[in-house]
């Protein structure tokens, strides 16, 4: 039902911003909510971020919020997440979800459709 391809990772020094954006395909996008995860090497994949399906409601895992921004326009089948003062220990592949009303937004189990995901490192 929803194809999901993410884009904008790259390289940055720390203290500076990536806008990562997840390209959606299929007719029903906006009936999901979407998620922003992360996993670093030799570590499980982690909650990073949440937006609803109207976009009125976001969450954020502690350890970004203040920093990072999600956002989504369904006219464009988009959601995006805007990473700000940005730390080495940010450095993973970030991964967009979609998921049908999930009862636990920071459980990857919920999520029905993922991403490739893509590459953000974080250099000192």
């Known amino acids: 039902q929803v194809q999901l391809v993410e884009s904008g990772g790259g390289l940055v020094q720390a203290g500076g911003s990536l806008r990562l954006s997840c390209a959606a395909s299929?007719?029903?996008?906006?009936?999901?909510?979407m998620g922003w995860f992360r996993q670093a090497p030799g570590k499980e994949r982690e909650f990073v971020a949440a937006?609803?399906?109207?976009?009125?409601?976001?969450y954020y895992a502690d350890s970004v919020k203040g920093r990072f921004t999600i956002s989504r326009d369904n006219a464009k089948n988009t959601v995006y997440l805007q990473m700000n003062s940005l730390k080495p220990e940010d450095t993973a592949v970030y991964y967009c979800?979609?998921?049908?009303?999930?009862?636990?937004?920071?459980?990857?189990?919920?999520?029905?459709?993922w991403g490739q995901g893509t590459q953000v490192t974080v250099s000192s």
């Open positions: 979800a979609a998921g049908f009303d999930p009862r636990q937004i920071a459980t990857d189990s919920e999520y029905n459709y």
């Open positions: 299929g007719r029903t996008f906006s009936t999901y909510t």
């Open positions: 937006i609803s399906w109207s976009g009125g409601s976001a």
